[in-house]
């Protein structure tokens, strides 16, 4: 057990504080922090308050990545963003067939590629997008492979 409480020669609690863990001497039983440190009065409590704000404020972005979002404005080419929809799609597969919906579902630019070849007289292409390559199968399929 972490319980055991030290007390210092004048009976009052020894504790560590929440932040940067240094032991000090609670004047109060509800005090968390160093009661001072490096000369400043509560250093700790609010070094500690400043990192839960900027944790609440790193945590939308986070869930914005985890949704499949960028949350920031940098530029991002049409043909960079496909290779980032077809990233999300494979998940690390070599291979999928899915739904040409999927993609507009992300907002791919069937307009963007790298390379497009015919393979059949029946306007049946082969797109080339990153290390990915795409081909329209039966059934209105597509079929996408890596490398
Ligand atoms: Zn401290």
Redesign the pocket.
């Known amino acids: 057990m972490n319980d055991e409480r030290k007390i210092d020669e004048f009976g009052r609690e020894i504790r560590k ?1 929440a ?4 032991e ?1 001497v609670a004047t109060h039983k509800l005090r968390q ?2 009661p001072e ?1 490096f000369g400043r009065t509560d ?2 409590k609010y070094k500690q308050k400043a990192l839960i704000a900027e944790s609440h404020l790193v945590q939308e972005p986070l869930n914005m990545i985890k949704g499949g979002l960028i949350p920031y404005t940098k530029q991002e080419s049409p043909l960079d963003k496909n290779i980032r929809i077809l990233d999300k799609i494979m998940n690390g597969s070599s291979s999928k067939l899915i739904l040409p919906n999927e993609l507009s579902f992300y907002g791919y630019d069937i307009y963007e590629f790298n390379e497009r070849h015919k393979i059949s007289d029946n306007e049946q292409y082969l797109i080339k997008v990153g290390d990915y390559r795409m081909k329209l199968q039966a059934e209105n399929k597509l079929l996408i492979t890596k490398g």
Not at 19 to 22: H, K, N, P
Request: aromatic share 36%.
């Open positions: 504080c932040y940067c863990g240094d000090f922090f160093c440190k250093y700790c």
